[in-house]
């Protein structure tokens, strides 16, 4: 006799379903403390000068950087163990490329930007921060759709 339930998903199945929702939300947390929150919030607390605000957020950002880079790697794993969709690849893809475009082609804009304000010849604020803000948005919107994606896909497959 057979059962009507579906036979239980392998570890690795389970695995890569889990890494799909697990890495976008550490990720939205990542973005969220320090993008949205931290960066807006530091050069507000007493005693923070421009240099030396300038100076904590490239070595924050340096990190959660590398962080990204990270998670982007686990997510791809995550999806090549087994097949996610369509609407998945090209989510991942998106995500994929906004980074691509914020490590290579904003953080550096951002970078020089940083080093003529520290040397006194600009006085900050500039189009690579309204750039990194707007790909920052459209990174987190990627990452939600991910993340519901994923959701959606475990509810289905657990039953829960």
Same mark, same amino acid.
């Given at each position: 006799m057979t059962s009507p339930l579906p036979a239980p998903a392998s570890?690795?199945?389970q695995w890569a379903?889990?890494? #799909?929702?697990?890495i976008p939300a550490l990720w939205l947390g990542? *973005? &969220?403390g320090i993008s949205f929150i931290e960066a807006p919030l530091k050069f507000t607390a007493p005693g923070i000068t421009i240099p030396l605000g300038l100076g904590i957020? #490239?070595?924050v950002f340096f990190a959660m950087n590398m962080?990204? *880079? &990270?998670?982007?790697?686990?997510?791809?794993?995550?999806?090549?163990?087994?097949a996610a969709g369509k609407a998945w690849?090209?989510?991942?893809?998106?995500?994929g490329l906004l980074l691509l475009i914020k490590t290579a082609a904003i953080r550096p804009g951002l970078s020089a930007r940083t080093d003529a304000v520290l040397a006194g010849v600009s006085d900050g604020g500039s189009l690579w921060h309204y750039a990194y803000i707007g790909v920052?948005?459209?990174?987190t919107l990627a990452l939600v759709a991910l993340l519901l994606m994923?959701?959606?896909r475990w509810i289905r497959i657990t039953g829960r």
């Open positions: 570890r690795g199945a379903v889990a890494a #799909r929702i697990y990542l *973005i &969220i957020g #490239r070595r962080a990204e *880079i &990270i998670f982007f790697i686990a997510l791809v794993a995550g999806s090549a163990k087994r690849g090209w989510g991942v893809g998106l995500v920052e948005f459209c990174l994923a959701a959606k």
